[in-house]
């Protein structure tokens, strides 16, 4: 069992930068795959980026986010993080995090646990 805990959202200006943490607790977090999905109101959540079980491992970004936003772990802290920088509006949503089992990243199904989420605003 592994509880997620979302942190670090808030209000931005366009171009701006956030950085997204969530703890995990148990013991067996670096046998997970992490990611982080994004839900805007009124749309479907999406995937956002993930990263696999080790530390320093593969990351998956979706296109939208793609060398804008920077995933990475701590597995000595349990705690991944998702570096958001030159923000923009559309960006705008409830972000969450969630852990795997690491058969595959971009869809929700993969992930068995899900954060409460932290919400993210970007001002134009």
């Known amino acids: 069992q592994v509880q997620l805990v979302e942190s670090g959202g808030g209000l931005v200006q366009a171009g701006g930068s956030l950085r997204l943490s969530c703890a995990a607790s148990?013991?067996?977090?670096?046998?997970?795959?992490m990611g982080w999905f994004r839900q805007a109101p009124g749309k479907e959540r999406e995937f956002v980026a993930a990263?696999?079980?080790?530390?320093?491992?593969?990351?998956y970004y979706a296109d939208s986010v793609k060398g804008r936003f920077t995933v990475s772990r701590d597995n000595a802290k349990n705690t991944v993080y998702l570096q958001m920088n030159s923000l923009k509006p559309e960006d705008t949503a409830v972000y969450y995090c969630?852990?795997?089992?690491?058969?595959?990243?971009?869809?929700?199904?993969?992930?068995?646990?899900w954060g409460q989420g932290t919400q993210v605003t970007v001002s134009s």
């Open positions: 969630a852990a795997g089992d690491g058969l595959g990243y971009r869809t929700e199904d993969e992930y068995d646990y």
């Open positions: 990263i696999s079980f080790w530390s320093g491992g593969n990351t």
């Open positions: 148990g013991r067996t977090f670096s046998s997970y795959a």
